[in-house]
């Protein structure tokens, strides 16, 4: 089928034609098609809870093996399958229901990655102060680009 590249002007009308190659474009690169725009797919990601209570643990994961608390604020993820370069680009998302008057600044980064595991690292900041907190959930995702230059 192949991807094909359109251009639009302002003030163009979308046709049914135009519709129907925008859908085959999309089609085209969700299969995978070498003539479309390559979209890296994420190859790691978990949601789990780092508190101590009933909630704690891994969630839901794809290509995590486990997950450790290893102590406040602080986790760490093993791959099921070692990846092949921490040439990666990663987001994580964390959710919090702290009061509108809490005027630290939350963060949560990776601190070591290797091969086959990363940590991570949860703490609120203020300009007088840094804690490490546990969070109820985070979510992790994790897009392997090999050793290519992307």
């Not at 101590?52 to 794809?62: C, F, I, P, Q």
């Not at 990776?110 to 969070?135: F, G």
Request: aromatic fraction near 12%.
């Amino acid at each position: 089928m192949g991807f094909t590249n359109l251009v639009f002007t302002t003030g163009q009308k979308l046709s049914h034609t135009i519709m129907e190659q925008m859908d085959a474009n999309f089609d085209a690169m969700a299969e995978g098609d070498e003539s479309a725009p390559r979209i890296p797919r994420p190859r790691l990601w978990a949601h789990f809870c780092g508190k101590t209570d009933a909630e704690k643990g891994l969630y839901v994961s794809e290509g995590i093996s486990s997950f450790t608390r290893n102590n406040v604020g602080d986790y760490s993820l093993s791959f099921t399958t070692p990846i092949s370069s921490t040439n990666v680009g990663f987001a994580i998302s964390t959710d919090s229901g702290f009061a509108t008057t809490n005027t630290f600044v939350r963060n949560a980064n990776i601190y070591t990655l290797t091969n086959s595991n990363m940590k991570i690292k949860y703490a609120a900041s203020s300009n007088t102060d840094q804690t490490k907190e546990d969070q109820i959930a985070v979510h992790v995702v994790v897009w392997d680009f090999g050793a290519g230059n992307y």
